[in-house]
């Protein structure tokens, strides 16, 4: 079956840096959308980024556009999102997610806390 298991994050300063990591299994990993999610405490779920299939197109939501970079080892089956400049409004669990037949598979979540 589908398992998305998130890890990397942790707390960090304003304007530092994490790298998050979703090792996936259970799908062809390589034929699939692969997305983040955030989701701050009391606010809804958001996409943050997503990358494709081959070839791997991005796409960012816009309070994240040139701070954060996904992208994708097929080889490894492993999904990464590279956060720079963090800041407080980052703070969230981040849930690594795809869409498969229609259904939504998440992740377990990983807490990002920024805060000095």
């Known amino acids: 079956q589908v398992q998305l298991v998130e890890s990397g994050g942790g707390l960090v300063q304003p304007g530092g840096s994490l790298r998050l990591s979703c090792a996936a299994s259970?799908?062809?990993?390589?034929?699939?959308?692969m997305n983040w999610y955030r989701q701050a405490p009391g606010k809804e779920r958001e996409l943050v980024a997503s990358i494709s299939s081959i070839p791997g197109i991005t796409r960012y939501t816009g309070s994240v556009k040139g701070r954060f970079t996904i992208s994708r080892d097929n080889a490894e089956n492993t999904v990464y999102l590279q956060m720079n400049s963090l800041k407080p409004e980052d703070t969230a669990v981040y849930y690594c997610?795809?869409?498969?037949?229609?259904?939504?598979?998440w992740g377990q979540g990983t807490q990002v806390t920024v805060s000095s």
């Open positions: 259970g799908f062809t990993f390589s034929d699939y959308t």
């Open positions: 997610n795809i869409m498969k037949l229609t259904r939504n598979y």
